[in-house]
């Protein structure tokens, strides 16, 4: 089952123990040979680190947090709200997980507040004119949006990106119970310009050994560890080969990491540019790479490679179709905000969170400014989902995952959908927020919100429905 995002967790389980504060590289550590007082001192070193870089963006762009009072005697702070011992977090009677945001604002799951708020029209261009026919939105529209999503949002992929050489290190034929071959692939990226840092692109294929030719892939956006067997083993059974990409090996998730990693490597250390790829954009290049290699592979269907990830990994899956037309189709489940829930919408995880020290490093640093200034911001996710158009979307949440804001990600498709039925494609077919575990998939564009919490496992079997049938149709 994979790890849950919830607010005010910090998560960094792709880099090794450093004591220095302002240079960490990129690599995984070893967790299991730390003692509690090394986790503690590197996790404390990791947070001062990302707070330290988060402060030099503030101060770039000229931006202030308000002065507030404590949370325990802020007026802005609703009534019902109880704090837990030994947390920083605060608590409502349904266990949802509330906290303030440095810019003042209180997490909210009222859906009666959630409102308030306008949708940028993703047919319309910025000169005011509509979008009326495929033409106008492939010329004029789309390069508007992207432009948007990669200076202001996600942040712009340097031109100067280095060479990567893809390695098979290993071979098995007994994975799975000898169902499947796997291989382990080594991408050596080329460092001999800043050879301190050493990021690589590490993954590993499954293929049917049964297969008698090509078949489709689905790439999942992961992490090191732990291997997601169940998945890997669910793909196998649908004939299908599935391959796992190690994120952080490509770059930490983390600010203390932006000197290191890819985003290092290019910058030769120095500091980003605010309009400069955030830790999300750096992995959606890793994993254009990994899809170079991919193509080339003799057991897999270069026209049939799918891209699927789950929390972080799910708005990265996002964003790597919408900047690579090559994915197929997307499966991005409980991704939330910055990835397919609305943006300005206040419901559970919002710029506010994603703006603030723990999260900024996915983003770009002009992002930083949208927070406590929700409204000023260009694009929203409704219109990262449009890039993708006309590919196959799968979009996921579930009943008991407040924070991801599984209405915000339906009505993201519902608003998206316009962009699909003018590509010749169907959207959502309908604008009325389904029962839990109804799917609605008859469409390009689908939705499906689980009933439980902050996971994809449930959702597989329906993804793979929808897919064998886009599949089959390109055939």
């Known amino acids: 089952m994979r790890v849950n995002m919830r607010p005010g967790w910090f998560l960094i389980p792709f880099v090794v123990l450093a004591l220095t504060v302002h240079r960490v590289n990129a690599q995984a550590p070893d967790f299991q040979k ?12 990791m947070r001062e680190a990302s707070q330290e870089d988060w402060q030099r963006v503030m101060n770039r762009l000229n931006l202030k947090l308000p002065t507030l009072p404590p949370p325990a005697d802020d007026p802005k702070r609703p009534s019902h709200l109880k704090q837990k011992e030994g947390s920083t977090n605060w608590y409502d009677d349904e266990g949802n997980t509330h906290v303030r945001s440095g810019w003042g604002n209180w997490s909210n799951y ?5 409102g308030g708020y306008t949708l940028p029209d993703p047919l319309v261009l910025k000169n005011g004119k509509p979008v009326k026919n495929a033409n106008s939105w492939w010329k004029q529209r789309r390069p508007e949006l992207l432009a948007d999503f990669l200076t202001e949002i996600y942040g712009n992929t340097p031109k100067n990106t280095p060479n990567v050489t893809f390695t098979v290190t290993a071979v098995t034929d007994t994975a799975l119970r000898s169902r499947a071959i796997r291989k382990t692939i080594a991408g050596r990226i080329d460092n001999s310009r800043y050879p301190s840092a050493k990021p690589s692109i590490d993954m590993t294929l499954y293929t049917p050994a049964n ?18 067997m169940v998945t890997i083993d669910r793909v196998i059974s649908a004939g299908w080969a599935v ?30 540019k605010p309009d400069e790829w955030g830790v999300l954009a750096a992995w959606s290049w890793g994993l254009s790479r990994a899809l170079d290699y991919f193509e080339t592979d003799k057991a897999i269907n270069p ?19 919408a900047t690579d037309p090559r994915w197929a189709i997307v499966y991005a489940s409980c991704s939330g905000s910055m990835g397919a829930s609305l943006e300005k919408r206040n419901y559970g995880e919002t710029i506010d969170n994603v703006a603030g020290s723990g999260e900024y490093h996915w983003m770009a640093g002009n992002f930083v400014k949208y927070g406590g200034n929700w409204q000023a911001m260009p694009v929203d996710a409704h219109e990262l989902i449009a890039l993708i158009a006309p590919r196959p979307v799968f979009i996921t949440g579930g009943t008991k995952d407040s924070w991801s804001d599984s209405h915000g990600e339906f009505l993201a498709c519902v608003a998206a959908s316009p962009v699909y039925e003018l590509l010749g494609k169907k959207g ?16 390009d564009l689908a939705f499906r919100n689980h009933e439980g919490g902050h996971t994809d496992l449930p959702d597989w079997p329906v993804f793979i429905e929808l897919a064998k049938k886009q599949f089959k149709q390109t055939n």
């Open 303 to 321: 026209k049939q490679i799918g891209i699927q990830g789950h929390s972080r990994w799910g708005k990265t899956a996002l964003l790597a179709a």
């Open 110 to 114: 009222d859906e009666a507040k959630a």
């Open 34 to 45: 730390m003692t509690p007082e090394e986790r503690k001192v590197y996790m404390d070193k």
């Open 243 to 272: 391959a796992v990409v190690n994120t952080g090996a490509v770059q930490m998730d983390s600010g203390a990491g932006l000197h290191e990693g890819i985003i290092g490597l290019v910058s030769e250390g120095k500091d980003r």
């Open 428 to 443: 959502l077919s309908t604008t009325v927020m389904p029962k839990p575990d109804e799917s609605l998939m008859d469409g």
């Open 211 to 228: 297969a008698k030719g090509p078949v489709p892939l689905i790439v999942l956006v992961w992490g090191a560890f732990p291997t997601p």
